[in-house]
């Protein structure tokens, strides 16, 4: 029952990074930068993702630098980059 409570408030907290997130503009990187660094479990630099970015945790997301991506990212653990 705990695991099933600490998921449910990862993935409340996550909807609400997205939500900022997605609703950010090309000129607010640096609160793009902030909101990801939140959300995942590592960010290098120089990453950027296109929104709409949607995932269920997102701490389980490690990107190393140099990443413009447009990803959709469901339950995985997700490594990329020279983070690792």
Same mark, same amino acid.
Request: net charge neutral; aromatic share 10%.
């Given at each position: &029952? ?70 959709? &990212? ?11």
């Amino acid at each position: &029952m705990l695991l099933i409570l600490q998921l449910a408030a990862e993935s409340k907290r996550a909807r609400r990074l997205l939500r900022l997130y997605n609703q950010t503009t090309e000129a607010e990187l640096e609160k793009r930068t902030q909101l990801l660094q939140d959300l995942f479990g590592t960010l290098g630099p120089q990453v950027e993702i296109v929104p709409p970015f949607h995932c269920d945790y997102g701490s389980h997301i490690y990107a190393g630098e140099w990443i413009v991506h447009e990803l959709w &990212m469901r339950h995985s653990r997700l490594q990329y980059g020279s983070s690792g």
